[in-house]
Each structure stands twice: as structure tokens, then as C-alpha cells.
């Protein structure tokens, strides 16, 4: 039995050109899907770097400015230890007005170079120290505000509550300082860009017997202060 292959109308050699016109057309599409990929990929991890460089730049600024008032911060809790220390166990020598609190400071990575995501990483880590460090600083200055309204005989028990409040507050502020310089080594070999707060007044510099009335007027916080 024989079989007969059907011809192409125009001959073996032109079909096998047209055939080969056909793979190289569909070989060229794949490269340029490929290729549109490729382009498509660098455009991604482009806007994620720059998201994320810009979204570390503002947590650092709220670091620099947080640590700009350390100084604030050591002044306040060496007045209210002298405060405790001075009254003893009668009532407060000088009734504070102002405790305050202390400066809060508060992607895809995937397509990064090793070494990016290696800066980042580092980088990150001290901001979710720094979060966790802040809660920790705010309850504490939140347990010191009592003195503002504080009446009467501080008496034993009172005064060893406020010392240990003092005591963690003195080792939180020393944390922070200590990691926040080291995030803002990490932006200078990073190269990014200097955020401004555009916050002037800190709450914390504002001296101890500030009326409340006038230090939020001077802080223009439209929720106030705790």
C-alpha cells in the first residue's frame, strides 16, 4: 500500500519558506513578550525603591526629630527626680503643671539587589525597635503625668511607683538614643534624602511649670495632649 503526501500548492521549497517565516514570527513575539516583561519588572522595582527610600526618609526625619530633643527629655526627668527627691514624703515642693510626653517618631523589596535588601532590612529592624520602644516610652511619661495633678503627701508606696517610672523612662530615652543614631548612620550610607517634620514646638522642651492652657496653644495640636 502507498501513501501519498499531499503537495503544497506552490512546492516543498515554499512551504518550508513560509513555515519558516512562521516560527521566526513566533519566536519573535516570545522575545518581545520577554523583553516587555524584563522592562516591566525594572519599572516596579523602581517605583518600589522609590517608595520605599521615600517611606524610610520620613521615618528618619521622625527619628532626627526625635532625638533633637534628648536634651529636653534628660532636663525633665532630672527635674522631676529632684522634685521627688526634695519633697520626700509630704507634699510636692513645687506642683508641675507640664510633665508632657516625650517625640514620637514613626514594601516590595523582592526585586531589590541583595545588597539593597541587606541596607533595608537593617534599617527596618530598627524602625520596629523604635515602635515597639516608643509604646513602651509613652506609657511611662502617661504614669509620670500623674504628678500634674498629684495632691497631697506623695507617701511611700507613690514615691517608689513614680522612682521606677523614672528609672524606665531614663533606660527607654537611653535606648532609643542609642538606636536612633544608628538609623541615622544607616540613611547616611544609604544616601536618603533629608525629610523635614516642620514641627517647631516640642511638647517636652516646654518648661514644668507651663500652664496647659498655654503649651497646647503653643503646640497647635488640634487633639491636644494626653
Known amino acids: 500500500m502507498h501513501f501519498l503526501l499531499p503537495k503544497p500548492l506552490h512546492g516543498w521549497r515554499e512551504f518550508a519558506g513560509e513555515v519558516g517565516i512562521i516560527v521566526l514570527g513566533v519566536l519573535i513575539a516570545l522575545a518581545g513578550g520577554q523583553v516587555v516583561e ?25 527619628i532626627r526629630d526625635r532625638l533633637s530633643t534628648q ?3 534628660d532636663r525633665r526627668i532630672a527635674e522631676l527626680q ?9 507634699p510636692l515642693v513645687v506642683q508641675p503643671t507640664w510633665v508632657s510626653r516625650t517625640a514620637t517618631a ?5 526585586l ?12 527596618y529592624r530598627i524602625f520596629t525597635q523604635y515602635d515597639r520602644d516608643q509604646a ?8 509620670l503625668r500623674a504628678l500634674e495633678w498629684w495632691r497631697g503627701p506623695v507617701g511611700p508606696q507613690a514615691r517608689l511607683e513614680f522612682a521606677q517610672a523614672l528609672q524606665q523612662a531614663k533606660y527607654v530615652s537611653w535606648d532609643l538614643h542609642y538606636a536612633g543614631s544608628y538609623a541615622l548612620a544607616d540613611a547616611v550610607q544609604m544616601r536618603l534624602p533629608d525629610r523635614p517634620t516642620g514641627q517647631t514646638v516640642h511638647a517636652i522642651c516646654l518648661p514644668i511649670t ?7 496653644a503653643k503646640l497647635k495640636d488640634p487633639f491636644g495632649e494626653p
Do not use: T, Y
Not at 535588601?117 to 534599617?123: C, R, V
Open 106 to 110: 514613626s514594601g516590595q523589596n523582592s
Open 136 to 143: 513602651r516610652e509613652q506609657a511611662v511619661w502617661a504614669q
Open 82 to 90: 529632684d522634685l521627688l527627691s526634695r519633697s520626700g514624703e509630704g
Open 38 to 62: 524584563i522592562v516591566h519588572d525594572r519599572q516596579l522595582a523602581a517605583d518600589a525603591r522609590a517608595n520605599v527610600r521615600a517611606e524610610a526618609a520620613q521615618d528618619v526625619a521622625f
Open 112 to 123: 531589590f539587589s541583595a545588597d539593597e535588601q541587606a541596607s533595608f532590612s537593617g534599617l
Open 71 to 73: 536634651s529636653c527629655i
Open 210 to 216: 507651663e500652664l496647659r492652657a498655654d503649651a497646647l
